[in-house]
């Protein structure tokens, strides 16, 4: 995009999966993103900064109440879970109306992922796994080298794949998943979640840590889509109850809250979401 085609857009910074602002992951958002090519897109991802910045566009399928796409500083995503419920908040904020009232259909590099409100918060619906089942025992090696895991502590792996290619890993408590001090090099090009129970009374029930390359690997602060995908996987193997309450980011001094219920056939990954940044941005 050339600087004489550049317009002023509306833009979003959104804290997303946390009641209290500025404790939970931010994204940014920009409202209206037509006319913006793949590469202006991803340029402006790169510069934010942030794990994630989506681009909000009118719907292409006649199901959808709107389209998002969603780059990390050096990709595309066809679905990521934070940036779907902040996207929903600013859609939302920003004036839009729901072809069904109560129920967003968000069209992404996935397909529809419907969001609701729930309990007051909003939820999406877990997109279905692409690829799930155990590790083989070359990439559990590297999980129990990349956590520093002792004999023993890693309970099950897991393929967990809605689009990024996460693993799930289940350990014995919430202290356990505390504890982690990542050798990040060994986890090389893995993106990890790690996950274990809390003890009754702890206000949550499970601890969340994830762990994914980019320029460098990093821990993320709160992640929708291995939420997803981890209350798929410990929900369907009894592991979990059908309703329960995650924390992430507790060792990065964040507070993220990821609320899963199960329903039917569907799961539903809420969060709370506020608007911190509010104006424009000239792309």
């Known amino acids: 995009m050339t600087s004489n085609s550049m317009r002023s857009r509306p833009f979003h910074q959104v804290d997303v999966f946390s009641g209290e602002p500025y404790k939970g992951n931010p994204l940014a958002v920009v409202v209206d993103a037509e006319g913006l090519s793949s590469q202006a897109m991803q340029g402006f991802a790169n510069w934010t900064n942030l794990s994630e910045t989506t681009f909000l566009l009118p719907a292409t399928h006649p199901d959808a109440d709107y389209k998002v796409r969603i780059f990390t500083g050096s990709e595309e995503f066809p679905f990521a879970g934070h940036p779907t419920l902040g996207s929903a908040h600013t859609w ?3 004036g839009g109306v729901p072809k069904t009232d109560g129920v967003l259909v968000q069209e992404c590099g996935a397909g529809l992922v419907r969001v609701k409100h729930d309990a007051g918060r909003l939820a999406f619906a877990a997109p279905p796994l692409t690829r799930f089942g155990p590790v083989g025992e070359e990439v559990r090696a590297q999980l129990m080298a990349g956590l520093q ?3 023993g502590a890693l309970l099950d792996a897991s393929w967990l794949v809605n689009g990024p290619r996460w693993i799930g890993v289940l350990l014995g ?3 356990d998943v505390l504890a982690i001090e990542p050798d990040l090099a060994a986890l090389g090009e893995l993106n990890v979640g790690v996950i274990g129970p809390h003890k009754e009374g702890a206000g949550v029930d499970f601890e969340v ?3 994914f390359p980019g320029d460098a690997m990093i821990e993320d602060p709160v992640t929708g889509s291995f939420n997803a995908g981890a209350a ?5 193997s009894g592991r979990a109850p059908r309703e329960y309450v995650a924390a992430q980011g507790t060792v990065l001094g964040r507070a993220g809250r990821i609320h ?3 329903e039917g056939d569907d799961i539903w990954i809420g969060g709370e979401s506020t608007t911190c940044i509010q104006g424009t941005v000239v792309l």
């Open 92 to 94: 939302l904020e920003a």
């Open 149 to 151: 895991l002792a004999d």
């Open 173 to 175: 408590s919430a202290d």
């Open 209 to 211: 840590r994830t762990f």
């Open 232 to 236: 798929q996987w410990l929900i369907g």
């Open 260 to 262: 899963v219920r199960a």
